[in-house]
């Protein structure tokens, strides 16, 4: 008897394709062609983006050439070799998306041999000598049409199989400064938005009350915290317990990765949405204000982790007012996995954007009740 495959848990995925979130598969054109205006296309934007190539080697991984000098030859499936200016990691084994995904989510952009791999979205050049007839099936979502030299009209096949055919742009390879403005803009239109997490959660213990509750400015510190944020995203959210949640709000996000403190209260907010980057603040910092944060999403570096304020106070990136891009999702959850749970190790240990406050009082947390007197003090 054949069982029915039943489907997996309902969660929202990230927006990606076979390597990454933001991808393009080039075909209609041999191979050197390809890399030729991948490269191209590289050297334009890679001084403000991490961008990766993808194509296949024809040769067989038997011929002796591609294992010369290497210990997969003699029975390794794995080799890790220290460059000194880059690291190379050879690996023996069949690869999948799920895999590729892994590998590739530090890159803003992946450029793809679309003759070799699918791609989320493609380009496609118009050339005589590759007709586009036996690859209909790849052209999923085409962006851009290129036009080598002296090929300067379209197949009627694309005309058939594209309904949108006279929408989509259309530029010269050879116009590679084109191509490159083009894909910028793209993956402009396609910055993640930011949305506000108050971090609500807490249980007080060492200031013996509520902290979310306490008032500095006319109205408990957590709607205070709330309004800053809803200022400057696109949304706002709590972080809160289960047996805090209001069951009438939709600003609530419950913890479902319990007893990991503010670890656990942002992956849940990726878990709710991880096409997003989260500005996390915690509800026990009145000395934050809204030019802080601006400055913060003025400096904010998508290309990054994180963007995160240097504290002079504990020598570290603050982790409670930090902007959490989405590829730190797929971060949280690796440190998780390795059994470390403190946000701040992992600023320490991924490549993030730091900066620095001429005043850093913005970042004080008020935790106990000589420091709330304090800060009565300071506010007054």
Same mark, same amino acid.
């Given at each position: 008897?054949?069982?029915?495959?039943?489907?997996?848990?309902?969660?929202?995925?990230?927006?990606?394709?076979?390597?990454?979130?933001?991808?393009?598969?080039?075909?209609?054109?041999?191979?050197?062609?390809?890399?030729?205006?991948?490269?191209?296309?590289?050297?334009?934007?890679?001084?403000?983006?991490?961008?990766?190539?993808?194509?296949?080697?024809?040769?067989?991984?038997?011929?002796?050439?591609?294992?010369?000098?290497?210990?997969?030859?003699?029975?390794?499936?794995?080799?890790?070799?220290?460059?000194?200016?880059?690291?190379?990691?050879?690996?023996?084994?069949?690869?999948?998306?799920?895999?590729?995904?892994?590998?590739?989510?530090?890159?803003?952009?992946?450029?793809?041999?679309?003759?070799?791999?699918?791609?989320?979205?493609?380009?496609?050049?118009?050339?005589?000598?590759?007709?586009?007839?036996?690859?209909?099936?790849?052209?999923?979502?085409?962006?851009?049409?290129?036009?080598?030299?002296?090929?300067?009209?379209?197949?009627?096949?694309?005309?058939?199989?594209?309904?949108?055919?006279?929408?989509?742009?259309?530029?010269?390879?050879?116009?590679?400064?084109?191509?490159?403005?083009?894909?910028?803009?793209?993956?402009?239109?396609?910055?993640?938005?930011?949305?506000?997490?108050?971090?609500?959660?807490?249980?007080?213990?060492?200031?013996?009350?509520?902290?979310?509750?306490?008032?500095?400015?006319?109205?408990?510190?957590?709607?205070?915290?709330?309004?800053?944020?809803?200022?400057?995203?696109?949304?706002?959210?709590?972080?809160?317990?289960?047996?805090?949640?209001?069951?009438?709000?939709?600003?609530?996000?419950?913890?479902?990765?319990?007893?990991?403190?503010?670890?656990?209260?942002?992956?849940?907010?990726?878990?709710?949405?991880?096409?997003?980057?989260?500005?996390?603040?915690?509800?026990?910092?009145?000395?934050? /204000?809204?030019?802080?944060?601006?400055?913060?999403?003025?400096?904010?570096?998508?290309?990054?982790?994180?963007?995160?304020?240097?504290?002079?106070? /504990?020598?570290?990136?603050?982790?409670?007012?930090?902007?959490?891009?989405?590829?730190?999702?797929?971060?949280?959850?690796?440190?998780?996995?390795?059994?470390?749970?403190?946000?701040?190790?992992?600023?320490?240990?991924?490549?993030?954007?730091?900066?620095?406050?001429?005043?850093? /009082?913005?970042?004080?947390?008020?935790?106990?009740?000589?420091?709330?007197?304090?800060?009565?003090?300071?506010?007054?």
């Amino acid at each position: 008897m054949n069982k029915t495959h039943q489907k997996h848990a309902k969660i929202i995925r990230p927006e990606m394709g076979t390597f990454g979130r933001h991808e393009y598969a080039i075909l209609g054109t041999p191979c050197g062609a390809i890399k030729k205006l991948a490269t191209d296309i590289s050297t334009r934007l890679s001084t403000t983006h991490k961008i990766a190539y993808v194509d296949a080697d024809h040769k067989s991984a038997d011929d002796a050439s591609n294992l010369d000098g290497s210990s997969l030859k003699h029975g390794n499936t794995m080799e890790y070799i220290d460059k000194i200016d880059f690291h190379r990691y050879d690996q023996m084994g069949e690869q999948n998306p799920f895999d590729y995904k892994k590998k590739f989510v530090d890159q803003d952009l992946v450029l793809i041999n679309g003759n070799h791999f699918p791609g989320q979205k493609q380009i496609v050049v118009i050339d005589s000598r590759k007709p586009l007839d036996k690859k209909l099936d790849k052209l999923k979502e085409v962006v851009l049409i290129l036009f080598q030299d002296g090929d300067q009209e379209l197949p009627a096949v694309l005309h058939s199989h594209l309904e949108n055919i006279d929408q989509i742009p259309q530029l010269s390879i050879e116009d590679t400064s084109g191509i490159a403005a083009f894909i910028q803009n793209q993956l402009e239109a396609r910055r993640p938005p930011i949305h506000g997490l108050v971090l609500a959660g807490g249980l007080s213990t060492r200031m013996k009350k509520d902290k979310s509750q306490i008032q500095y400015f006319g109205k408990s510190q957590k709607e205070h915290m709330y309004d800053l944020l809803n200022q400057i995203t696109d949304s706002t959210y709590y972080a809160v317990r289960a047996d805090q949640a209001n069951t009438d709000s939709k600003a609530d996000i419950v913890d479902t990765f319990t007893g990991l403190g503010p670890y656990g209260a942002i992956l849940s907010a990726f878990r709710h949405n991880p096409n997003v980057a989260w500005l996390v603040t915690a509800c026990d910092q009145p000395f934050l /204000t809204k030019d802080t944060l601006d400055y913060l999403i003025s400096k904010r570096n998508p290309s990054k982790v994180a963007t995160a304020f240097y504290n002079p106070e /504990t020598d570290f990136p603050e982790p409670l007012i930090t902007l959490w891009e989405p590829r730190a999702y797929s971060h949280l959850l690796h440190f998780l996995s390795l059994g470390y749970s403190c946000p701040r190790k992992v600023l320490i240990n991924t490549d993030i954007e730091m900066i620095s406050l001429d005043d850093p /009082t913005a970042l004080k947390n008020v935790n106990t009740p000589e420091e709330y007197k304090e800060a009565i003090r300071m506010l007054n």
